[in-house]
T-cell receptor, first 110, second 113 residues
């Protein structure tokens, strides 16, 4: 059974600082890894999708890396802003299923 | 472009009452459809998925059921709600298998009282 862990559970940083969010998974036989953002009481917004054959993916201030063999992914958010405050979830896919971590709740202080 | 609609946004139901949550997808055909439940402080748990009309797979034994009466419609139901059914329910879709990007609805907050 795939287990996905996200560390830390919560993170508070001053505006402008870079964010580093970690995700680890136990089974390296994945098809892809997705990072999502969730605002309180809302659904999930897809941020980045990394296919299993890729090492990283970038979108604006966001960069995600994937090391499938070691079961790790990292989401980097450059120059954080208060609007980046949210919960960030990673999920790995295999066999019609997305397995999720519990998320990292980020607070960016103005 | 594709969109996913989920309703209602919030729902308060008494124990023992029935439940029906609806999810529809627009702008695509033959999507894979999913129901997830999110408990506070925990990851999302997959409840059901469907690869076609009338085809439902259940991931965990529970008090809930799912149906897919039309290609782009996915319904989550219960005949009698339990307190433990309270939670945040999310519908999602993807093309083909989960090898492609998944998109989520805005969720339904269900409180069973």
């Amino acid at each position: 059974k795939q287990e996905v862990t996200q560390i830390p559970a919560a993170l508070s940083v001053p505006e402008g600082e870079n964010l580093v969010l970690n995700c680890s998974f136990t089974d390296s036989a994945i098809y892809n890894l997705q990072w999502f953002r969730q605002d309180p009481g809302k659904g999930l917004t897809s941020l980045l999708l990394i296919q299993s054959s890729q090492r990283e993916q970038t979108s604006g201030r966001l960069n995600a890396s994937l090391d499938k063999s070691s079961g790790r992914s990292t989401l980097y958010i450059a120059a954080s802003q208060p609007g980046d405050s949210a919960t960030y979830l990673c999920a790995v896919s295999g066999d019609y299923k997305l397995s999720f971590g519990a998320g990292t709740t980020v607070t960016v202080r103005a | 472009s594709q969109t996913i609609h989920q309703w209602p946004a919030t729902l308060v139901q008494p124990v023992g009452s029935p439940l029906s949550l609806e999810c529809t997808v627009e702008g695509t055909s033959n999507p894979n459809l999913y129901w997830y439940r999110q408990a506070a402080g925990r990851g999302l748990q997959l409840l059901f998925y469907s690869v076609g009309i009338g085809q439902i797979s259940s991931e965990v034994p529970q008090n809930l059921s799912a149906s897919r009466p039309q290609d782009r419609q996915f319904i989550l139901s219960s005949k009698k709600l339990l307190l433990s059914d309270s939670g945040f329910y999310l519908c999602a879709w993807s093309r083909l298998s989960m090898n492609t990007e998944a998109f989520f609805g805005q969720g339904t907050r269900l409180t069973v009282v």
